[in-house]
């Protein structure tokens, strides 16, 4: 079964992942997770490595990564190749105000529709294959692959 992932999103505690399962006619059925367990640590990491192309993307300062939070993403497809696009939602944390700064990264697509165009639309470095990492992350945490609880056992 191929999971595609459409969409991440972390929010109070909460994971949301819509994503899509090709059936048997060769269309996209949808369907959407939302879950309060928390994932594997390898989650977070994945996760939170698209920090670098936030800052990279938005074009802010390399020290503001450690400051960034990342919050979701979105993925589309399109063309005839079905080439990703993703836009990358987080929070940057302010020194003076009492609330964070909320960031969208322009969408950025993992190659060109058929041709060439102009190289800023494209993903920066390595992103495309963190977000694999990030997308297998994910198939896991739909899969039930998720941090053991403590299990409260008494003594004796």
């Keep these: 079964m191929k ?7 972390l929010n109070k505690g909460k994971i949301r992942i ?10 996209y059925d949808q369907f959407s997770l939302s879950c309060s367990e928390e994932p594997l ?11 670098r192309y936030v800052v990279e993307i938005c074009e802010l300062p390399d020290e503001d990564e450690d400051r960034i939070e990342i919050k979701g993403v979105s993925i589309s497809f399109a063309g005839p190749d079905d080439t990703m696009g993703c836009v990358i939602s987080a929070q940057k944390e302010l020194e003076n105000s009492n609330a964070p700064l909320n960031l969208n990264t322009p ?3 993992e190659g060109f529709y058929g041709g060439a165009g102009d190289p800023r639309r494209l993903m920066p470095g390595e ?13 896991r945490y739909i899969a039930g692959q998720r941090k053991q609880m403590t299990l409260p056992f008494g003594e004796g």
């Design 3 to 9: 999971v595609r992932i459409r969409k991440i999103k």
């Design 18 to 27: 819509d994503y899509e399962v090709r059936n048997a006619q060769g269309e």
């Design 41 to 51: 640590p390898s989650f977070h990491q994945a996760l939170q490595k698209l920090r």
């Design 107 to 109: 969408h950025k697509i």
């Design 127 to 139: 992103m495309l294959d963190d977000l694999k990492v990030l997308f297998d992350e994910c198939r």
